[in-house]
């Protein structure tokens, strides 16, 4: 696993977690990436996305509690999550795909997940 999630852990609702996903500089460097999430039983969604030239994205139920950022010196990305809710409860996924075609690039990568419970 080459992208290195942390951050996830248990929150009452209304409150904030910082994740971070953390990757090798060529693909940090070369990659649009983000976070999706997968709750029980559901299929995995997109959360917030950042492209190679800062261009953002959220999920439409993100409605401005989340902010995503990169790290260019630490090669890592960040996904403020504020006013979180119980339906936030998921595995987060920390996700890149390489915005060039390189013999040393996979497709797409990910990374082992981390969990954010978020209690009523």
């Known amino acids: 696993v080459q992208l290195q999630a942390s951050g996830g852990g248990w929150v009452q609702a209304g409150g904030s977690l910082r994740l971070s996903c953390t990757a090798p500089r060529m693909i940090f460097s070369f990659s649009h990436m983000g976070w999706y999430r997968q709750a029980p039983g559901e299929q995995r969604h997109v959360v917030a996305r950042?492209?190679?030239?800062?261009?953002?994205e959220f999920g439409d139920f993100v409605k401005g509690r989340f902010t995503i950022s990169k790290d260019n010196a630490r090669n890592t990305v960040y996904l403020q999550m504020n006013n979180l809710k119980p339906e936030d409860t998921a595995v987060y996924y920390c996700?890149?795909?390489?915005?060039?075609?390189?013999?040393?690039?996979?497709?797409?990568?990910w990374g082992q997940g981390t969990l954010v419970t978020v209690s009523s």
């Open positions: 996700w890149a795909e390489p915005g060039i075609i390189n013999d040393a690039l996979e497709n797409e990568y």
């Open positions: 950042i492209a190679t030239n800062g261009m953002t």
